[in-house]
């Protein structure tokens, strides 16, 4: 049963600085300094961990992609091999632990690019 009168859950949005850790299909990948946010996508630095080498060469494919020639048309294969890698980053299990609250926040989208993360929790 619903019960009507129960306060809407606000979403955590946390404050810049905040630490937090990134975990892909259920293993800790990095560590994430939060710097911000901008319309309903969070940003911070990224550090990765040992872990995250698993992950590395999908999000590199992407970067080299998406920085190809940023004033041009991507080629057919260029625009293929985006979307393909665009697929599977779509598809990992991502989520993002604030361990001071010990919130977990499922991500929807996920970008990392160097050491730039942005993130959109579903």
Same mark, same amino acid.
């Given at each position: #049963?619903?019960?009507?009168?129960? @306060?809407? @859950?606000?979403?955590?949005? /946390? /404050?810049?600085?905040?630490?937090?850790?990134?975990?892909?299909?259920?293993?800790?990948?990095?560590?994430? %300094? %939060?710097?911000?946010? !901008?319309?309903?996508? +969070? $940003?911070?630095? $990224?550090?990765?961990?040992? +872990? $995250?080498? !698993?992950?590395? /060469?999908?999000?590199?494919?992407?970067?080299? *992609? #998406?920085?190809?020639?940023? =004033?041009? @048309?991507? =080629?057919?294969? +260029?625009?293929?091999?985006?979307?393909?890698?665009?697929?599977? #980053?779509?598809? *990992?299990?991502? !989520?993002?632990? $604030?361990?001071?609250?010990?919130?977990?926040? @499922?991500?929807?989208?996920?970008?990392?690019?160097?050491?730039?993360?942005?993130?959109? #929790? *579903?």
């Amino acid at each position: #049963m619903i019960d009507e009168k129960a @306060p809407i @859950p606000k979403v955590f949005i /946390p /404050p810049a600085g905040t630490q937090a850790c990134l975990i892909i299909n259920g293993t800790d990948v990095g560590r994430i %300094v %939060v710097k911000g946010w !901008e319309s309903s996508w +969070a $940003f911070g630095t $990224f550090t990765p961990l040992a +872990a $995250f080498s !698993e992950y590395a /060469p999908l999000f590199g494919v992407w970067s080299l *992609l #998406m920085h190809d020639d940023e =004033h041009a @048309p991507l =080629h057919e294969t +260029a625009s293929a091999a985006l979307a393909e890698a665009e697929r599977k #980053m779509d598809a *990992l299990h991502a !989520e993002v632990h $604030f361990p001071d609250r010990d919130l977990r926040v @499922p991500v929807g989208q996920l970008n990392i690019d160097g050491e730039l993360i942005e993130w959109k #929790m *579903l």
